[in-house]
């Protein structure tokens, strides 16, 4: 079974920093797809990062290019979203997901992804 921990969460000021850590098992790292993404109250929830374990592709989102990064230790099959900059727009429930298939991760979209975390609430005060 396929789960996703996500942990690391909290309120920091405009231009600080997070590091979000996704906690995966049931899977392996060498094919798969994992993907973060966010949803603000009210909004869609949207793809902001992610990485393809096949060919090692990463995407991010323009939103986001140039502030956030990901990282993996396959060893503890981890994923990390770190965070720099942070802006008051950056507010929303981040979420880890991740799918067999990484053939769309460019498009990043919600629907390619069959396996999702429970979510972690990441508030950016002005």
């Known amino acids: 079974e396929v789960q996703l921990v996500e942990s690391g969460g909290g309120l920091v000021p405009a231009g600080g920093s997070l590091r979000l850590s996704c906690a995966a098992s049931?899977?392996?790292?060498?094919?798969?797809?994992v993907g973060w993404f966010r949803q603000a109250p009210g909004k869609e929830r949207e793809g902001i990062a992610c990485i393809g374990f096949g060919e090692g592709d990463e995407y991010y989102a323009t939103s986001v290019k140039g502030r956030f990064s990901m990282a993996s230790d396959a060893a503890t099959k981890t994923v990390y979203l770190q965070m720099d900059n942070l802006k008051p727009e950056d507010t929303a429930v981040y979420y880890c997901?991740?799918?067999?298939?990484?053939?769309?991760?460019?498009?990043?979209?919600?629907?390619?992804?069959?396996?999702w975390g429970q979510g972690t609430q990441v508030t950016v005060s002005s």
């Open positions: 049931g899977f392996s790292f060498d094919s798969y797809a």
């Open positions: 997901a991740a799918d067999p298939d990484d053939t769309n991760i460019d498009i990043m979209e919600p629907r390619f992804f069959a396996h």
